[in-house]
């Protein structure tokens, strides 16, 4: 019977598993010392590059309304949340899913396929 117990106990499950959610977090909760420079890399590549890249394919694609809310909201959601100066562990992971979210809308806008007609008035 102690032989069985024995051989139970070098099956326990280990439970030092951090899942990869986490340790992003935690490597953003590191980067709070670098919040200003987020920040400005944060507005100035969305604002300044990338919102104009979707914007442009969204007028070449047929200018289609259902794209402009999303281009807006990605956006938005980035600077709202760097201007109420949110904490690291909130302000990167929303830049990252705001600008996934713009690289979504390219390749749908890509997809769809480009079309100059589009651009009339």
Same mark, same amino acid.
């Given at each position: 019977? $102690?032989?069985? %117990?024995?051989?139970?106990?070098?099956? $326990?499950?280990?439970?030092?598993? %951090?899942?990869?959610? *986490?340790?992003?977090?935690?490597?953003?909760?590191?980067? $709070?010392?670098?919040?200003?420079?987020?920040?400005? &890399?944060?507005?100035?590549?969305?604002?300044?590059?990338?919102?104009?890249?979707?914007?442009?394919?969204?007028?070449?694609?047929?200018?289609?309304?259902?794209?402009?809310?999303?281009?807006?909201?990605?956006?938005?959601?980035?600077?709202?949340?760097?201007? &109420?100066?949110?904490?690291? *562990?909130?302000?990167?992971? %929303?830049?990252?899913?705001?600008?996934?979210?713009?690289? %979504?809308?390219?390749?749908?806008?890509?997809?769809?396929?480009?079309?100059?007609?589009?651009?009339?008035?």
């Amino acid at each position: 019977m $102690e032989t069985t %117990v024995k051989h139970l106990r070098a099956y $326990e499950i280990d439970t030092t598993h %951090v899942s990869p959610w *986490k340790k992003f977090i935690t490597w953003c909760v590191g980067q $709070e010392k670098y919040r200003l420079g987020w920040l400005a &890399a944060a507005i100035t590549l969305h604002g300044c590059i990338l919102t104009i890249l979707t914007m442009f394919a969204v007028i070449l694609a047929g200018n289609h309304f259902i794209f402009w809310p999303f281009v807006i909201g990605a956006m938005g959601i980035t600077l709202i949340v760097n201007l &109420a100066a949110m904490p690291t *562990k909130i302000t990167i992971p %929303v830049f990252f899913i705001s600008v996934f979210v713009d690289l %979504v809308i390219i390749a749908t806008c890509i997809a769809i396929g480009f079309d100059a007609s589009g651009t009339t008035i």
